[in-house]
Each structure stands twice: as structure tokens, then as C-alpha cells.
């Protein structure tokens, strides 16, 4: 296939995203019915350096996965991911948090919140390589590569839970869409807040050096604790997710 990624020795195999699995939440509808289904960007699952160290992510019910998204437009829209919600912790009203961050190339994080079936709040966090980006509770979120360059892209996030596509998927995308010209509002959606902008998230915070690698937080898996219990740290997240 080709595509196969090189983990610290491992060769991994990818899922990959086509652009026919997209057709709900794309932008540019009439190039979606005549473009030919192709390859959009590929997910690494569960990674790892070791088996020590894999037995300590999975202990902490953790995973690492890596993204990479080629550059290119689906008609006019910059490529993206599908986008998704994260299931509440099991006996609370708290969804699961998530941590990102830009490996190569740049990245627009768009990130909303729903409250009483309206859009509550909608954020962009432009990213370029070393920057760290919380999805906060509560957040849908979406990536979306504006660049010329591939992305290539990490997260942790806990390992118990499994994705919400269809909220987004429903709303025939994110608030917004973003292309070209800038980003254009969705109509499927009643209302939508203007966008606020945010900063990446202070590496310090996390204990890591300002653009280290995030991967080395398994040597202290503990700091990732709010990505499996966010309900015991509100103030975490209102550190990291600047208001």
C-alpha cells in the first residue's frame, strides 16, 4: 500500500479516510457528487515505542495514535476530518478530553460546543509543529490543513471510548467551513456565536519543553489523568483552555 508508517521500528498500517466516507459534512456538495472517490488521510492507531511502555499506556488506559493528512482542496474546501464528539464518562455528565499536537506542517482546530441544541461556542486554534491543543469536555472538534504541507498530527486520549461522528455528520459538518476566502458559516446549524481564536496550550503546563514531543509523557502517565476522568479537574481545563 505505501502508506505504512515507521513507529520506532514498528511498521504500522493505517486506517485511512476516504473521500466518499466525507460526503455528509463537505462544504462543496455538487464537486462531492462528480469527484472521484480517493485517499483523504490516514490514522495510526495505538502506538508505541516498546512493550513496556505499551503495557503502561494500556495499564493507564490510554492510547497514542498518530494522523497524517496530505494537502489538497475538496472543491473549494481545505481538506479536513470528519469530525466528532466524545461520549460522556460513564455515571457523569462530563465528556472525555482529548490531547493534540502538530508533529509537521500546520493546523486549524475547529472546536464547538452545543448547549440546548444551538452552537454555544465555537473556537479556532491555529498550530504549527510543537504546538499542544486540548479538546476541552463538552467540544466537538474537527482538523482541518489550510497549508501546503502535509500534516502530521498526535493525540492521547483514553482508550474506553469510541467516537461520536453522526452529531456533526447531521449538521452536514462543523459550524463552520472553512476555504479559501475564510471561513463560511454553516446553515444547518440555527444559530452560531462568532469565532473566538485561541492559543496552543502552554507546553510548561504539562511539564514538557516548549515544542517536545508529547509522546514523552509516557515516562509520566499520570499528568494525563483529565483525559479519563475530566470530571475531577475543572480547574485543569480552565487553565489549559484559555476563556
Known amino acids: 500500500m505505501g502508506k505504512e508508517l515507521n513507529f520506532?521500528?514498528?511498521?504500522?498500517?493505517?486506517?485511512?479516510?476516504?473521500?466518499h466516507d466525507m460526503d455528509d459534512v463537505l462544504y462543496d456538495q455538487e464537486w462531492a457528487r462528480s469527484a472521484k472517490d480517493r485517499e483523504l488521510y490516514y490514522m495510526y492507531r495505538d502506538l508505541y515505542r516498546n512493550e513496556k511502555e505499551h503495557l503502561s499506556i494500556k495499564s493507564h488506559n490510554l492510547r497514542y495514535d498518530i494522523t497524517v493528512i496530505p494537502p489538497?482542496?475538496?472543491g473549494r474546501e481545505y481538506i479536513k476530518t470528519a469530525g466528532h464528539y466524545h461520549p460522556n464518562v460513564p455515571g457523569t455528565a462530563v465528556s472525555y478530553a482529548e490531547l493534540y499536537q502538530?508533529?509537521?506542517?500546520?493546523?486549524?482546530?475547529?472546536?464547538?460546543?452545543?448547549?440546548?441544541?444551538?452552537?454555544?461556542?465555537?473556537?479556532?486554534?491555529?498550530?504549527?509543529a510543537g504546538d499542544i491543543i486540548l479538546v476541552p469536555p463538552g467540544y466537538g472538534h474537527i482538523t482541518i490543513n489550510a497549508s501546503d504541507k502535509v500534516l502530521k498530527m498526535a493525540n492521547w486520549v483514553c482508550r474506553e471510548f469510541s467516537s461520536l461522528y453522526e452529531p456533526i455528520k447531521n449538521h452536514a459538518g462543523a459550524a463552520y467551513y472553512l476555504l479559501e476566502s475564510g471561513y463560511v458559516q454553516n446553515p444547518k446549524y440555527p444559530e452560531v456565536p462568532p469565532i473566538r481564536f485561541l492559543r496552543p496550550v502552554d507546553t510548561l503546563i504539562l511539564g514538557l519543553a516548549k515544542c517536545e514531543d508529547m509522546y514523552n509523557l509516557v515516562s509520566n502517565l499520570d499528568r494525563l489523568d483529565f483525559l479519563k476522568n475530566p470530571h475531577l479537574y475543572s480547574s485543569v481545563f480552565s487553565e489549559l483552555f484559555e476563556k
Open 8 to 19: 520506532f521500528g514498528h511498521i504500522v498500517e493505517p486506517d485511512i479516510r476516504m473521500l
Open 102 to 128: 502538530v508533529l509537521e506542517g500546520e493546523a486549524n482546530y475547529l472546536l464547538q460546543k452545543m448547549a440546548e441544541g444551538k452552537v454555544a461556542d465555537v473556537v479556532v486554534i491555529e498550530a504549527k
Open 72 to 74: 489538497q482542496m475538496l
